[in-house]
């Protein structure tokens, strides 16, 4: 009989997963998209980020900083603590002057450096260095996204619809997003906003 674990994609490659999913937001702001849009889309980012840090301090790095010793969980962490203060600045930044597309531009740069560190260290050696728990880590991390979802959908939801007012800004559907489009669905949409149809492919 299949374990929950057993079924539940390993842990490196739902970090990878968050990874793409950062990126393709990133490359859906596009300095002459609408300011509701740009905003909607940063602040969406800005929760898919804060989301993932908590992730990776709380199951992944823990444990592989166990398995292996030389694994450096501090620089890590550096990172997220700079991701996290150019959320704030994201965040303060008004999408109707240049101070919000200058704000993300900074925080892409940063999380590039971030995910190309990741993908080219630390995730090859998580998969050297403990094959066996990649499953087992994978749900762990899987249970804890759900509970930090839960208490954002409402405004993941929100950021969502307002990335959508663009007519030519397409939402990526990734794991952060359509976890908190599940969890409104099964309350009965207490607390979130009605959500448009998300399109397939970008809007022309």
Same mark, same amino acid.
């Given at each position: 009989?299949?374990?929950? +674990?057993?079924?539940?994609?390993?842990?490196?490659?739902?970090?990878?997963?968050?990874?793409?999913?950062?990126?393709?937001?990133?490359?859906?702001?596009?300095?002459?998209?609408?300011?509701?849009?740009?905003?909607? !889309?940063?602040?969406?980012?800005? !929760?898919?980020?804060?989301?993932?840090?908590?992730?990776?301090?709380?199951?992944?790095?823990?444990?592989?900083?166990?398995?292996?010793?030389?694994?450096?969980?501090?620089?890590?962490? +550096?990172?997220? +603590?700079?991701?996290?203060? !150019?959320?704030?600045?994201? /965040?303060?930044?008004?999408?109707?002057?240049?101070?919000?597309?200058?704000?993300?531009?900074? #925080?892409?740069?940063?999380?590039?450096?971030?995910?190309?560190?990741?993908?080219? +260290?630390?995730?090859?050696?998580?998969?050297?260095?403990?094959?066996?728990?990649?499953?087992? !880590?994978?749900?762990?991390?899987?249970? #804890?996204?759900?509970?930090?979802?839960?208490?954002?959908?409402?405004?993941?939801?929100?950021?969502?619809? /307002?990335?959508?007012?663009?007519?030519?800004?397409?939402?990526? #559907?990734?794991?952060?997003?359509?976890?908190?489009?599940?969890?409104?669905?099964?309350?009965?949409?207490?607390?979130?906003?009605?959500?448009?149809?998300?399109?397939?492919?970008?809007?022309?």
């Amino acid at each position: 009989m299949n374990t929950p +674990q057993a079924l539940m994609p390993s842990v490196t490659n739902m970090i990878r997963l968050d990874h793409t999913h950062a990126m393709s937001t990133f490359h859906q702001y596009k300095r002459d998209t609408p300011p509701r849009a740009k905003r909607g !889309l940063a602040d969406h980012l800005c !929760l898919a980020l804060e989301i993932h840090a908590e992730l990776e301090e709380q199951v992944f790095y823990p444990a592989l900083r166990a398995a292996d010793p030389d694994f450096d969980a501090q620089h890590s962490v +550096q990172d997220h +603590q700079e991701i996290r203060e !150019l959320i704030a600045r994201v /965040r303060n930044a008004d999408e109707h002057t240049p101070a919000l597309d200058e704000a993300v531009q900074a #925080l892409m740069r940063v999380v590039m450096h971030h995910v190309a560190d990741e993908e080219t +260290q630390v995730l090859p050696a998580a998969e050297a260095r403990m094959p066996e728990r990649l499953g087992e !880590l994978g749900w762990e991390m899987t249970k #804890l996204r759900t509970r930090l979802v839960a208490g954002r959908a409402p405004a993941i939801a929100s950021s969502a619809a /307002r990335a959508l007012s663009g007519n030519k800004v397409a939402l990526a #559907l990734g794991g952060v997003l359509g976890l908190a489009l599940a969890l409104a669905a099964s309350r009965g949409g207490r607390g979130a906003r009605a959500m448009p149809r998300l399109p397939a492919t970008r809007l022309h």
